[in-house]
Every structure is written in C-alpha cells, then in structure tokens.
T-cell receptor, first 110, second 113 residues
C-alpha cells in the first residue's frame, strides 16, 4: 500500500518556465511534508517543507502548496534552471516517521 | 562541518553472504536513519536509531538489522543476502527528529550476485 504517490516518473520543462511536481497521499494523519532533491551519485538533500496547518510555504524560487482536502502536495519551481535537473522526492511524516514517494525525474532543458 | 559519511561506497557480494554497512553522522546529530533505494520502489525506510536505541522500524524482514554506538555512529547488517537486496543504502542523520530535515550520506551501493 503506497501511502505517498508521485504519479509522474518524469517531467521535462524549458529553462525559465515553471516546473510543477505533484504528490498525492492517502494517510490523513500525515502532519508534515517535505521535498528532497537528489542528483546522481549523491544523497538526497532537503529542499523545502510544510506543516499540515499551512497551505503554502515559499523559499526563493521554490514554493510548496498543500491541499489537505484533496490530499495533494505540489512543488513549484519558478523560474526553472538547468541545475534543477534532478530526481525530486516528496515525503510525508506521522509519528516522526517519513514515507517517501518514488520520485520524479525533472529535466530542465536550456 | 563534515557531512554524513558512509562506507563502503560500493561492494559486491554473493547470495547467502552477509554484509555490514557503516554510517558516521554529522557531529552532534543523535538520530540516524537508514533507507533502501531501488529503481522501482524509491526510498524505503529501514529503521531509525536515537541514543543507541532503535526508535522506529520499517517493514523489512529480520535479515536486516542495525545498531548505534555511543558516539552515534551506526551500522546496518544484512544477513543471508538475496538478489533483491541489491540497492543503494542511504544513511541520514539529524539532531533529534527522524522526520524533519535529514542530512543524507552518498550511500553504499550493494550488488548481490
């Protein structure tokens, strides 16, 4: 039973445009959500997070939106840059335990 | 500040053998979590240790075990290796919470032949 789903294995966008990565979850008890970015041959790095009591959190070019009624999370990157090309994992937490999605490979074309 | 260090980076084993992977967390971090990454399954939680105690465990068989030492360094062991254990094993550390901002190592790539 996959509690955190990233339905798009890959996404390709043009440099300067918006990248939107989506994530759906099934467990309504999740209270904290995070996005991690992973380059090849490196470990994942934390990008941005949001508490379940908020619906938006912004950090520079990165904004995370949370729609609790739809159990949907999205990450917006504006403007996208070639260096953003990586695998993005969303993760959700309950009882101090993280569940990750399978990841979405983002390719930003120059 | 040194990051999370995992050793070895790459290793090859045969079915039935056992393997031990090591993780040195960031200095001052007391929580160490282990994850398995495979192409089809993403990152799957193995277990988390805090102050030498296993605080949380994922849905993996008993062949997967771990421990944490007093200096917060951690090891995980996989016994009776199977082909399906081939994966990237990632260690992550944090100050105290296991579900906040984690700092990951580069991983140990295990290949089981």
């Amino acid at each position: 039973d996959q509690q955190v789903k990233q339905n798009s294995p890959s996404l390709s966008v043009q440099e300067g445009r918006i990248s939107i990565l989506n994530c759906d979850y099934t467990n309504s008890m999740f209270d904290y959500f995070l996005w991690y970015k992973k380059y090849p041959a490196e470990g994942p790095t934390f990008l941005i997070s949001i508490s379940s009591i908020k619906d938006k959190n912004e950090d520079g070019r990165f904004t995370v939106f949370l729609n609790k009624s739809a159990k949907h999370l999205s990450l917006h990157i504006v403007p996208s840059q070639p260096g953003d090309s990586a695998v993005y994992f969303c993760a959700a937490s309950v009882d101090d335990k993280l569940t990750f999605g399978k990841g979405t490979l983002l390719t930003v074309n120059p | 500040k040194a990051g999370v260090t995992q050793t070895p980076r790459y290793l090859i084993k045969t079915r039935g053998q056992q393997v031990t992977l090591s993780c040195s967390p960031i200095s001052g971090h007391r929580s160490v979590s282990w994850y398995q990454q495979t192409p089809g399954q993403g990152l799957q939680f193995l277990f988390e240790y805090f102050s030498e105690t296993q605080r949380n465990k994922g849905n993996f068989p008993g062949r997967f075990s771990g421990r944490q030492f007093s200096n917060s360094r951690s090891e995980m062991n996989v016994s009776t290796l199977e082909l399906g254990d081939s994966a990237l094993y990632l260690c992550a550390s944090s100050l105290d919470r296991a579900a906040g901002e984690l700092f990951f190592g580069e991983g140990s790539r295990l290949t089981v032949l």
